[in-house]
T-cell receptor, first 112, second 116 residues
Framework: GQQLNQSPQSMFIQEGEDVSMNCTSS?????WLWYKQDPGEGPVLLIA?????ELTSNGRLTAQFGITRKDSFLNISASIPSDVGIYFC????????????FGTGTRLQVFP | NAGVTQTPKFRILKIGQSMTLQCAQD?????MYWYRQDPGMGLKLIYY???????DKGEVPNGYNVSRSTTEYFPLRLELAAPSQTSVYFC???????????????FGSGTQLSVL
């Protein structure tokens, strides 16, 4: 089945640094979503991308839908301690289904 | 609104026992999903439903059953629990298709299940 590979697996950064993470697949996806999961909670949607090449921002977060439709990137600028958590990418397989395929996650730790 | 409510939050089962994970949403959402999340991994889709009376398999349906008799409830049943089913289970819902507009997938807070 489809797989989403996320990198890096984990990041340890200092407060104020910028963060970049990406998600790649061997399959084409029609929609890319980025979620953040806090400990003991369900994932919360951060950004949704619907078109190849689309660049969307949400505060300090910026995400891009890759031109090939096989990848997506998430950047966090000027990180703060509350950015700590696990970030997941997710892709919607096709227009005829509502199955979300999730990446393996990037664990972010921010040190003051 | 309570959103998506999952019960119980934690459960320990012995091998071969059965149990039902409950999921309820009060947002009148048509689409509901069950995911499992293994340690250090992303979420994998077990089953989903696009409306009352309609269910379909996801990526990892074996060992599970679901039913959707009403819009609000989408229980997940484990008939013969196995250690491989130790995981955190998330229920989620959305009003319409994910691709429609800016619809969000709302997640419950999860059920942590251990099978020993």
């Amino acid at each position: 089945g489809q797989q989403l590979n996320q990198s890096p697996q984990s990041m340890f950064i200092q407060e104020g640094e910028d963060v970049s993470m990406n998600c790649t697949s061997s399959s084409i996806f029609n929609t890319w979503l980025w979620y953040k999961q806090d400990p003991g909670e369900g994932p919360v949607l951060l950004i949704a991308l619907y078109k190849a090449g689309e660049l969307t921002s949400n505060g300090r977060l910026t995400a891009q839908f890759g031109i090939t439709r096989k990848d997506s990137f998430l950047n966090i600028s000027a990180s703060i301690p509350s950015d700590v958590g696990i970030y997941f990418c997710a892709g919607v397989v096709s227009y005829n289904t509502d199955k979300l395929i999730f990446g393996t996650g990037t664990r972010l730790q921010v040190f003051p | 609104n309570a959103g998506v409510t999952q019960t119980p939050k934690f459960r320990i089962l012995k091998i071969g026992q059965s149990m039902t994970l409950q999921c309820a949403q009060d947002m009148n959402h048509n689409y509901m999903y069950w995911y499992r999340q293994d340690p250090g991994m992303g979420l994998k889709l077990i089953y989903y439903s696009v409306g009352a009376g309609i269910t379909d398999k996801g990526e990892v349906p074996n060992g599970y059953n679901v039913s959707r008799s009403t819009t609000e409830y989408f229980p997940l049943r484990l008939e013969l629990a196995a250690p491989s089913q130790t995981s955190v289970y998330f229920c989620a819902s959305t009003k319409r298709q994910i691709l429609a507009s800016m619809e969000k997938l709302f997640f419950g807070s999860g059920t942590q299940l251990s099978v020993l």
